[in-house]
């Protein structure tokens, strides 16, 4: 057991160099254009010159990468070019953020997912499979900014319950966080739930395929405990590993939804970067967002071996 | 052949999907034939008006046709999408044949690089491309058509490596078939229907991405009409006139499902479990 979360540990490293290296490259990939950006059309080449002299963006990409990755590591993500502020304190600022909506966010797929996906997997191409499946798709096929707009339309501009944007801290005013999150975490939620249905159907289908499901019935184990005890139980693993990707898409589609309910998380700062082109912010705000999704996976395959029982048989 | 024949669980969603995709496609093929108006005439006359007879889903801030808009933006996110699953699928094969064809240690590089993209949320690979690419059509095709690379190489290595345990291929070998032939003549075949079905699917989620750029901004500029940057101009009248992003958004939507639930009956066709 302990050996298993030791491998999967190691190989978080690596994983997250290549995953820096490919933001920093990706970022970094057109010369010139920071300090273009920084100082407008009309700079003179000396001036430009003297930008990234400053910065040190004409030194090699491999050198600049090692300065920023190491100065990364404890924290720190450099000033920004805008105002001369330091980034790393703004990122833990709105890291919080965007971790609530995001959690928030799943946990409202997963409510709408786990019961729907369940069902369609019990009634196996049969009436409910078809629609849920459909329902599924449709979820699927929203998209989330355009939802968005609708619920504020709806419930916001109509009838007025909630806002329509903004970000209040939950230690400031829980009610006001809350009435904040709501219709955010919906549209989220809504559209990842599309393929976690899908995921949880599978899941089941398979589980209740397996022998020991039929062990299980001729014991004559009610269906409430086969459901609850077997099926549910086994269906989880497999529907928390591969939903660990959607989790992924979820963080990411952050970047649309906090813009739309103009929420001061990450993934508007992601925006602000390119908008400014912001070197060091746009970076240290995507780099955040992949750490976080990158941290979850691991996570979530260490839970799986958890929960599931041949893997902990090994370990002993 | 009679309608009782028809194998309906095998065909039946495609059969019904396949004529509105046909639909959408010759729409935004058609666009400049069949547009009532130009997508880009302005009448102030007309600022914000309603659905009525002469503009069916009303007009938009500078007074022009949305649903001429519409469509012609049909017409661009179609191309972008078609486009972005072209490179997507073409590269992604590639490095999917390479990757069950040589194996060990070139199959493990490729396919963890591949993992490591994958694990990447896509729009924020795309809007980060599309930042340093610059904002233009053609570079969104580009950096969607990346992000597609991983789950197509995935896909095909996983089926290349399942053709390759068959005793037909074994036999190929036997017989000193050369490698290119092997890979020409009996695996890209085999690859082609699971290939075709991930297609569909990666070209809604194209169309969601074109339009999700150009929400933002960062993908067709205005006055280019893109379903994306309709919805985000409209969010600005939405209290006056909520059509201007309703229309384009409820085409946006209807065209991913459709393509979608096209992808889900090609699934059901190729799926040799429902073949009566």
């Known amino acids: 057991m302990l050996r298993l979360v030791l491998i999967r540990l190691a190989s978080f490293v690596p994983t997250l160099f290549v995953a820096s290296v490919i933001l920093f490259v990706a970022v970094n990939v057109v010369p010139g254009s920071a300090a273009r950006s920084a100082l407008g059309i009309q700079a003179t080449p000396q001036a430009i010159m003297r930008f990234e002299h400053l910065h040190g963006l004409d030194r090699p990409m491999a050198l600049q990468y090692v300065e920023w990755a190491a100065k990364a590591l404890v924290g720190d993500f450099g000033k920004s070019f805008q105002n001369a502020v330091a980034v790393g304190p703004e990122i833990r600022k709105r890291v919080p953020v965007t971790l609530e909506l995001a959690a928030i966010a799943f946990v409202v797929a ?68 809350i009435k904040g999150m709501l219709m955010p975490c919906i549209a989220l939620g809504i559209v990842s739930s599309g393929l976690l249905i899908r995921i949880m159907r599978t899941a089941v289908i398979e589980v209740m395929a397996a022998n020991f499901i039929e062990t299980a019935r001729s014991k004559g184990v009610s269906n409430f405990r086969l459901v609850t005890a077997h099926v549910l139980r086994n269906a989880m693993i497999p529907f928390l590993t591969v939903g660990a990707v959607e989790f992924g898409f979820l963080v990411g589609s952050v970047v649309i939804i906090e813009d739309v309910f103009r929420i001061p998380g990450v993934g508007s700062l992601v925006l602000v970067g390119i908008i400014n082109r912001d070197y060091p912010v746009l970076l240290a705000a995507a780099m955040s967002i992949t750490v976080i999704v990158l941290i979850i996976n691991l996570l979530v395959d260490l839970a799986a071996q958890m929960i599931d029982p041949r893997q902990v048989r090994t370990g002993h | 052949m009679l309608m009782t024949d028809f194998n309906w669980r095998r065909y039946g969603l495609v059969a019904g999907t396949a004529p509105v995709v046909v639909i959408i496609l010759v729409t935004a093929g058609l666009a400049p034939l069949i547009v009532p108006y130009s997508p880009y005439d302005l009448d102030v006359m007309v600022m914000l008006q309603g659905p009525t007879a002469s503009h069916l889903m009303g007009t938009d801030e500078l007074g022009r046709d949305v649903l001429s808009r519409v469509i012609h933006a049909a017409r661009l996110s179609i191309t972008v999408g078609l486009v972005a699953v072209l490179i997507g699928s073409f590269c992604g094969t590639i490095v999917g044949i390479i990757a069950a064809h040589f194996g060990g240690l070139v199959d493990a590089i490729l396919m963890r690089f591949m993992d490591i993209v994958f694990c990447f949320p896509a729009i924020l690979l795309a809007v980060i491309l599309m930042a340093n690419l610059g904002t233009s059509i053609l570079n969104a095709m580009l950096a969607i058509g990346i992000i597609f690379i991983p789950g197509f190489a995935r896909l095909t290595r996983a089926v290349a490596q399942t053709v390759q345990r068959q005793s037909f291929l074994e036999a190929a070998i036997c017989l000193g078939m050369p490698g290119y032939r092997i890979v020409f003549r009996e695996i890209l075949p085999n690859v082609i229907g699971p290939v075709l079905v991930e297609a569909a699917v990666a070209f809604s989620y194209a169309v969601l991405l074109e339009s999700a750029l150009s929400f933002l901004g960062l993908g067709a500029q205005p006055p280019e009409p893109s379903w994306g940057n309709m919805i985000n101009t409209g969010r600005g009248f939405i209290d006056q006139a909520p059509w201007i992003s309703l229309a384009p958004g409820a085409a946006l939507f209807f065209t991913v499902f459709s393509f979608n639930l096209l992808g889900d009956g090609l699934r059901d066709v190729l799926d040799p479990k429902l073949n009566d």
């Not at chain 1, 409910?128 to 329902?135: C, E, G, P």
């Not at chain 1, 355009?146 to 801290?169: E, N, S, V």
């Open chain 1, 110 to 177: 997963i409510f709408i997912s786990v019961p729907l996906g369940a069902l369609a997997g019990f009634c196996h191409q049969r009436g409910a499979d078809v629609v849920v499946t459909t329902l599924a798709t449709l979820f699927g096929s929203t998209p989330s900014f355009w939802l968005a707009t609708l619920l504020i339309y709806g419930f916001a501009l109509q009838l007025g319950w909630l806002p329509t944007g903004g970000y209040t801290a939950f230690s400031l005013d829980p009610i006001a966080n």
